[in-house]
């Protein structure tokens, strides 16, 4: 089945760090640009961060210097580096092919 | 950053209905605008992509147009399965940016 599904969400303290994952299914991962897109609890969507088939990368300004995406495609899975974490990056993070197919979402808890 | 003014934040109507939600870009996007709808608990679903394209499997009671830098969601009768919250996404330019979503209730 073509499907995205995310991993690695948790709770973390301010400052510390998380890696999240998106592996993929059904599709040639490869070929596709892939975005992350958050939603805080109860808000709106907010884009994060994308990379391309030939991994360029664009940050939203929230993030940039904080997170790091990156792909491994011979693992077919996509990642999220997010360091220096705040209170305001908790989140469902969602991981998105192209915008048009979506993973289930992970949650990530910023608190002490 | 292009700003994308989404109206109204919530909407209640009937089965049956026609219902029509806007969004107004800042700048220029060109046709690069999709719709989302999303349910509690759910990922968001691409409805619409380059302003006026059906995604696949969408029922077509839904339709996307635009008129200068306004651009709607229409669904043109409303039925129970349309209860949800829609978001518009401008994909011209980097940040990407969406709008703040309109909550649909059936009343």
């Known amino acids: 089945a073509v499907q995205l599904v995310e991993s690695g969400g948790g709770l973390v303290q301010p400052g510390k760090s998380l890696k999240l994952s998106c592996s993929a299914s059904?599709?040639?991962?490869?070929?596709?640009?892939m975005h992350w897109i958050r939603q805080a609890p109860g808000k709106g969507l907010d884009w994060v961060a994308y990379i391309s088939s030939s991994s360029g990368t664009v940050y939203a300004d929230a993030v940039k210097e904080r997170f790091t995406i990156s792909r491994d495609n011979a693992k077919n899975t996509l990642y999220l580096q997010l360091n220096s974490l705040k209170s305001e990056d908790t989140a469902i993070y969602y991981c998105a092919r192209s915008l048009e197919l979506w993973g289930q979402g992970v949650m990530v808890t910023v608190s002490s | 950053d292009i700003q994308m003014t989404q109206s109204p934040s919530s909407l209640s109507a009937s089965l049956g209905d026609r219902v029509t939600i806007t969004c107004r870009a800042s700048?220029?996007?060109?046709?690069?605008l999709s719709w989302f709808q999303q349910k509690p608990g759910k990922s968001p679903r691409l409805m619409i992509y380059g302003a006026t394209n059906l995604e696949d499997g969408v029922p077509s009671r839904f339709s996307g147009s635009r008129s200068g830098s306004d651009y709607s969601l229409t669904i043109s009768s409303l039925e129970s399965e349309d209860t949800a919250i829609y978001y518009c996404?401008?994909?011209?330019?980097?940040?990407?940016?969406f709008g703040s979503g309109t909550k649909l209730e059936i009343k």
């Open positions: 059904g599709f040639t991962f490869s070929s596709y640009g």
């Open positions: 700048q220029d996007i060109g046709n690069y």
């Open positions: 996404l401008q994909y011209d330019k980097y940040p990407l940016t």
